[in-house]
Nanobody
Framework: QVQLVESGGGLVQAGGSLRLSCAVS????????MAWFRQAPGKEREFVAL???????QYTDYVRGRFTMFRDNVKNMVSLQMNSLKPEDAAVYYC??????????????????WGQGTQVTVSS
């Protein structure tokens, strides 16, 4: 069983930056696809970024060029550097993991393990 713990959320002004971290225990993330999702009030959970087992990264169009996902297989953690934050980026951000992607990495249903989430608030 994999345990994921996010940290780094908080309140930031529009245009500012935050770095989220996800510490993983129980299994080595080198055999996991790792992803970040977010969920705003009243909205569905949506894909933000993926770090694949082979090292590839994918981003939703909404954050590409502003967010960067990092993977550290030695420290067994992933992080999400978020720059140029916008009020619409405000949400609870979740770290997710799966060993197998069956259909599409953007679907929350693909991921078996989730963290508890960390709140990101962006003031305008």
């Amino acid at each position: 069983q994999v345990q994921l713990v996010e940290s780094g959320g908080g309140l930031v002004q529009a245009g500012g930056s935050l770095r989220l971290s996800c510490a993983v225990s129980g299994r080595a993330i080198s055999t996991y696809h790792m992803a970040w999702f977010r969920q705003a009030p009243g909205k569905e959970r949506e894909f933000v970024a993926l770090s694949g087992i082979g090292g590839s990264t994918q981003y939703t169009d909404y954050v590409r060029g502003r967010f960067t996902m990092f993977r550290d297989n030695v420290k067994n953690m992933v992080s999400l550097q978020m720059n140029s934050l916008k009020p619409e980026d405000a949400a609870v951000y979740y770290c997710a993991a799966t060993q197998y992607l069956k259909r599409t990495y953007v679907s929350p249903d693909e991921y078996n393990d989730w963290g508890q989430g960390t709140q990101v608030t962006v003031s305008s």
